[in-house]
């Protein structure tokens, strides 16, 4: 069988060595007095924010040679964390930043958009009901924080005796903690078997026909052809709660598709949600700044070709004009 996205898997799953083992701030950065940058940079954190990371970090090193980007996945938890350390430039994180996390310094850039998702296996008995049906986020509640569903029956209203097998995640992450926000629950509330990170657990539902789980979009879809990945099916969600999915709820088949649908409010937010560039406080760092303004500027030329949605230009100058005053 192949597996989700190789390269993202492989990449991620062999967390980069921040440079020199140092972490943030082993090699003075600065600027020539012609504005030649040098340095290093470091990111780390969430899975969801990780392939746009590496498109940022490989655009800005070919405008800048002498500045090194070093970017690894662990989950926004492990970002956050990192960040607050000062063990990182910046944590990647796939959630609000929460205001105990303000209060010791962290600030959050918002830096694109995207959504997490259901995710089932394309094989299952049932998957034309399923994409019928479609999932609400009262039967969501009760499938991953009640725990009372225990076959697709229960899930389709009918008398089908099918078990279902649900997944989370294990890892402290901004897919789960937005994904149970959807249905008024937290992660910790979550049951289920708990896989680690985004890749892992959308490999559990490719080899479980009756498994049920969530992924963040960028690993629902192959990033190169921004088609579902093979043996994954999304469960489309009834937004409206009428017990079908409308051809207005239609919205899956590519990348491109669900993205629009993103931008346009018709999939719900949450799970759809703002990805951040976390620091703690406002860089100042001549080296890191610039690469901050890079991505609130010309790096959101990435997002869209890498299946991600562009920041508001609203959110952008303010944080921008945040990143300029300090403030």
Not at 296 to 318: A, F, R
Request: charged share 25%.
């Amino acid at each position: 069988m192949k597996n989700i996205n190789q390269k993202l898997l492989i990449a991620a799953s062999a967390v980069t060595l921040l440079a020199s083992c140092g972490g943030a701030g082993s090699v003075t950065n600065h600027v020539d007095p012609d504005g030649t940058l040098h340095g290093e940079i470091s990111l780390s954190g969430a899975f969801a924010l990780y392939p746009l990371a590496v498109e940022w970090a490989a655009e800005f090193q070919k405008d800048n040679p002498d500045v090194k980007v070093d970017v690894s996945a662990g989950g926004a938890g492990k970002g956050m964390t990192d960040a607050l350390a000062g063990v990182v430039d910046f944590g990647m994180v796939s959630r609000e930043v929460y205001p105990q996390e303000i209060e010791k310094g962290a600030v959050g850039f918002p830096s694109a958009k995207d959504a997490v998702v259901p995710t089932i296996n394309k094989n299952n008995p049932a998957i034309n009901a399923i994409l019928e049906k479609g999932l609400t986020k009262e039967v969501a509640h009760k499938i991953w924080t009640e725990g009372n569903v225990k076959t697709w029956g229960e899930v389709l209203g009918t008398d089908d005796q099918t078990p279902i097998h649900i997944y989370t995640r294990s890892d402290a992450c901004g897919a789960a903690e937005t994904f149970a926000n959807w249905f008024g629950s937290k992660q910790e509330d979550l049951g289920g078997t708990a896989v680690f990170g985004d890749p892992g657990l959308a490999a559990a539902i490719q080899k479980d026909i009756y498994g049920i789980g969530f992924n963040n979009i960028g690993y629902a879809y192959d990033n190169d052809t921004h088609v579902l990945n093979e043996g994954l099916e999304i469960f489309p969600v009834d937004a409206d709660g009428d017990g079908k999915i409308s051809d207005e709820e239609r919205f899956y088949a590519k990348k491109e598709d669900i993205t629009k649908a993103i931008a346009e409010d018709r999939y719900p937010s949450p799970p759809a949600r703002d990805l951040y560039l976390v620091s703690k406080g406002v860089p100042t760092d001549p080296v890191v700044a610039a690469f901050l303004k890079y991505v609130l500027t010309k790096g959101q030329e990435k997002n869209d070709p890498v299946g991600y949605i562009k920041i508001s230009q609203d959110k952008l100058d303010k944080a921008l004009e945040r990143l300029s005053t300090g403030k």
